[in-house]
T-cell receptor, first 115, second 116 residues
Framework: AQTVTQSQPEMSVQEAETVTLSCTYD???????LFWYKQPPSRQMILVIR??????QNATENRFSVNFQKAAKSFSLKISDSQLGDTAMYFC????????????FGTGTSLTVIP | GAVVSQHPSRVICKSGTSVKIECRSL??????MFWYRQFPKQSLMLMAT?????????EQGVEKDKFLINHASLTLSTLTVTSAHPEDSSFYIC????????????FGSGTRLTVV
């Protein structure tokens, strides 16, 4: 079974600083996808970034980047130049190619950006 | 981009009544839709997987007779909470999977259900 672990229930960061959110996962699959979703107070789930496991290059989307370590089954999210609008719950998610397109979510990390 | 519309955003109903929540993919076809329940400050809990034209697959512990799911077309899935009780009060979120693998889910904006 796939499991996704986010070991940081809450984090805070000063505005304009950099913060890294941790995520590890467990799978026996070789081909899969990893995602970070953001859920602000509005509760809308927003895709932040995604990574294909077969790609060695780490995905980057503007201020958001990941450190994907396949052997270690680690998928951390780095947020640079943190903004107040980044305050949200962040969920790491795994989708395998053999699991019927089902997502496996981590328990989430509540990030607060402090002005 | 992919948009999923979920309605209503908020609903209050009396105990014993039924409530229907709609989830529509507006600009893409969704062969698979998922329904989640989320308690405050917790992660999303998958309730069921809805496939167009076939019966939904429910997760263990989810009452299929209570949470009726219908996926009659490639753009619409509905969740009906039947004979609602106060303990059914929660935040319900749908998501749709685009046919292109690896695109990830697109989520609806959620429905806050309050049963009084």
């Amino acid at each position: 079974a796939q499991t996704v672990t986010q070991s940081q229930p809450e984090m805070s960061v000063q505005e304009a600083e950099t913060v890294t959110l941790s995520c590890t996962y467990d799978t026996s699959e070789n081909n899969y996808y990893l995602f970070w979703y953001k859920q602000p107070p509005s509760r809308q789930m927003i895709l932040v970034i995604r990574q294909e496991a077969y790609k060695q290059q780490n995905a980057t989307e503007n201020r958001f980047s990941v450190n994907f370590q396949k052997a270690a089954k680690s998928f951390s999210l780095k947020i640079s130049d943190s903004q107040l609008g980044d305050t949200a719950m962040y969920f790491c998610a795994f989708m395998g190619t053999n699991t019927g397109n089902q997502f496996y979510f981590g328990t989430g990390t509540s990030l607060t950006v402090i002005p | 981009g992919a948009v999923v519309s979920q309605h209503p955003s908020r609903v209050i109903c009396k105990s014993g009544t039924s409530v229907k929540i709609e989830c529509r993919s507006l600009d893409f076809q969704a062969t698979t839709m998922f329904w989640y329940r989320q308690f405050p400050k917790q992660s999303l809990m998958l309730m069921a997987t809805s496939n167009e034209g076939s019966k939904a697959t429910y997760e263990q512990g989810v009452e299929k007779d209570k949470f009726l799911i219908n996926h009659a077309s490639l753009t619409l899935s509905t969740l009906t909470v039947t004979s609602a009780h106060p303990e059914d009060s929660s935040f319900y979120i749908c998501s749709a999977l685009r046919t292109e693998r690896g695109s990830g889910y697109t989520f609806g904006s959620g429905t806050r259900l309050t049963v009084v």
